[in-house]
C-alpha cells in the first residue's frame, strides 16, 4: 500500500473496510488522513496524526513489536489525533482508525507505517520490575546503554505517577559501571501501600548524535512493608522495625580500622541463599586476602560488595567488635531471619562509620539532600 496519505471509504454497520476498500462504498463523508505518508520510509522523531475531513474519530490505535503504549491527544473537534509518542527507527507500526461519519456511518481501516533506520540506538535498563512489590526505599531507576548527551530531552520522556500523590523528583548520577542513570525518589521514603507508575517514551527521542531510543514502556509497581534496618558501628548491632515497630535488635560486627562499612543508608538490591566472596573481586590481596566459598543468607546492598551476612568465624564478635573487610556480618540464624523478613528495596542504614556511600554505588540517592537532589535534574 506505501506510506501515502490514505483515503478510506465507508463500510455498512461499522464493519472494518479492507485495506484496499474493495468492499466498501465510497463515501465523502469518510475522507482519512495518516500521516507521515507519501511512500518513503518515515524518519525517527516524528509523530503521527490522524484527520478526518468529513466527519469524527471515534478511536485510534497504533501499536508495534514490544511496545507498551502508544498515546496521542484528539482535537477539540474531534477531526485530528496526534501521538504523544514518537516514532522509533527500524520499527513497524500498524495504525488502526475509526471514524464516524456525517451520515453516521463508520469505518475501521488498518495501515502501516515503517521508519528508517538510525545512526544509532538506545534502551533504558528500569528497575523495578513491572508488577514487583518493594521497599521503601526503592527509586525508580533506568540506566542506560548508551551514553546520554541530551539528558533534557530523555528526562522530558520519562513520567512517573503515584497514588497516593508523593512529591519526587529525577535526578542524573553515574552508576557504579559508569554509565548514565537517572532515579526517581520521593522527598521521604515512599509510603506503604503506594502505588506507582513509571511511563518511558523513549521511543523516537535523540540522546544526542542520531542515537534514538527505541522504547515505549508502561511499568507499575506497589509499596510494601516499611522494613527498616540500621546498623549502629559503635553499638555493634542491627535494629529491624516493620512499619515502626521493632522486630529485633541483632548483635552484628562490621567494617573494621581500614575497611569500614559505608556510612549512610543504602538499599536491598538482591538476596542470595549462599555465595563465593573472594577479595580479589574487590581488590583486597596480601595478608587481607580471603576466599570463602560458601557464604550463607546474603544480602547486597552495594554492587562494590557490601553484603549483610552469615559470618560464623567472626561468632566471637557479634556485638563487642567490628572485624570484617567492610560487610555486616551476624550469625546464621540472626542472618536467616534478616534474609526472610527484608525485600528488593528496603533501606539500610549505617551510622558511626566513616565514608557514605556514593548515590550510584547500587541506590544511595538517600544520602542526598533534596536541594541537590532536585538541582540532579536535566530540567531544572
Not at 127 to 149: I, L, N, Q
Not at 166 to 189: L, M, N, Q
Amino acid at each position: 500500500m506505501g506510506l501515502a496519505a490514505l483515503l478510506l471509504t465507508a463500510c455498512d454497520g461499522g464493519g472494518g473496510g479492507g485495506s484496499d476498500g474493495k468492499h466498501a462504498t465510497r463515501s465523502p463523508d469518510s475522507v482519512i488522513t495518516v500521516k507521515p505518508g507519501g511512500g518513503a520510509a518515515a524518519s525517527p522523531g516524528d509523530k503521527v496524526t490522524v484527520h478526518s475531513s468529513g466527519g469524527r474519530l471515534l478511536d485510534i490505535r497504533v501499536s508495534a513489536p514490544d511496545a507498551d503504549e502508544f498515546g496521542g491527544s484528539l482535537s477539540a473537534d474531534g477531526r485530528t489525533w496526534t501521538s504523544s509518542a514518537l516514532l522509533a527507527p527500524a520499527t513497524k507500526y500498524t495504525v488502526v482508525a475509526r471514524a464516524k461519519g456525517a451520515d453516521g456511518r463508520t469505518v475501521t481501516r488498518r495501515t502501516t507505517i515503517g521508519t528508517a533506520r538510525a545512526r544509532g540506538t538506545f534502551v533504558g535498563e528500569y528497575s523495578p520490575e513491572k508488577g514487583a512489590t518493594v521497599g521503601v526505599g526503592m527509586p525508580v531507576s533506568v540506566v542506560f546503554d548508551k551514553p546520554v548527551r541530551d539528558k533534557a530531552a530523555v528526562e522530558r520522556r520519562l513520567s512517573v505517577t503515584t497514588s497516593p500523590h508523593v512529591e519526587g523528583a529525577w535526578s542524573w548520577v553515574k552508576d557504579h559501571s559508569g554509565r548514565d542513570r537517572v532515579d526517581y525518589r520521593p522527598r521521604k521514603f515512599w509510603t506503604s501501600g503506594t502505588e506507582v507508575t513509571l511511563r518511558m517514551a523513549l521511543s523516537g527521542v535523540d540522546a544526542g548524535g542520531g542515537v534514538y531510543g527505541t522504547q515505549q514502556r508502561v511499568v507499575r509497581f506497589h509499596v510494601g512493608h516499611a522494613v527498616v534496618g540500621t546498623v549502629d558501628t559503635n553499638r555493634k548491632t542491627m535494629t529491624v522495625k516493620e512499619d515502626g515497630k521493632v522486630l529485633r535488635t541483632l548483635p552484628v560486627s562490621s567494617g573494621k580500622p581500614g575497611f569500614e562499612t559505608w556510612n549512610g543508608t543504602m538499599v536491598v538490591l538482591e538476596k542470595v541463599p549462599s555465595i563465593r566472596m573472594n577479595s580479589r573481586t574487590v581488590g583486597i590481596f596480601g595478608p587481607e586476602a580471603y576466599n570463602l566459598g560458601s557464604v550463607k543468607w546474603a544480602v547486597r546492598l552495594t554492587p562494590s560488595g557490601t553484603f549483610v551476612h552469615a559470618a560464623p568465624w567472626n561468632a566471637g564478635k557479634f556485638g563487642r567488635v567490628n572485624g570484617s573487610h567492610g560487610c555486616v556480618g551476624m550469625s546464621t540464624s540472626d542472618a536467616r531471619w534478616f534474609f526472610g523478613h527484608v525485600h528488593l528495596g528496603d533501606p539500610v542504614t549505617v551510622v558511626h562509620s566513616k565514608d557514605t556511600v556514593a548515590e550510584g554505588n547500587g541506590y544511595g540517592d538517600w544520602n542526598v539532600d533534596w536541594a541537590t537532589w532536585r538541582a540532579g535534574s536535566a530540567l531544572s
